[in-house]
Nanobody, 122 residues
Framework: QLQACGGGVVQAGGSLRLACAAS????????ISWFRQDPGKERSFVAA????????YYAGSVEGRFFISKDNGKNTVYLQMNSLKPEDTAVYYC?????????????????WGQGTLVTVSS
């Protein structure tokens, strides 16, 4: 019900846009978020978008470089990633939660998309 895409290989300083397409049910009461995971590490929060209010929230490491938005017509949430750094390299996942208060906690997420790999070369 969530499908992530848009990953790829980019040089440091470049940009990529990830997409998370929602289907199969209404997500109007959900927040859609992006997490990322390095091999051998836990999944970490990147950014969140509350579908009904339009509120956004970012991890400190990406604030000012990454921007999350939605396209109502396509039922899709995007993550625009600018000024990419090698440390942004990871598998990126989108997820959906009804718990905006706990949006940073992956345990509060009901739905997950498959990962999409982002590789930033130096």
């Amino acid at each position: 019900q969530l499908q992530a895409c848009g990953g790829g290989v980019v040089q440091a300083g470049g940009s990529l846009r990830l997409a998370c397409a929602a289907s199969g049910r209404s997500f109007s009461s959900y927040a859609i978020s992006w997490f990322r995971q390095d091999p051998g590490k836990e999944r970490s929060f990147v950014a969140a978008f509350d579908w009904s209010s339009g509120l956004t929230y970012y991890a400190g490491s990406v604030e000012g470089r990454f921007f999350i938005s939605k396209d109502n017509g396509k039922n899709t949430v995007y993550l625009q990633m600018n000024s990419l750094k090698p440390e942004d390299t990871a598998v990126y996942y989108c997820g959906a939660t009804e718990r905006w208060r706990f949006v940073r906690l992956q345990s509060k997420y009901t739905y997950w998309g498959q990962g999409t790999l982002v590789t930033v070369s130096s």
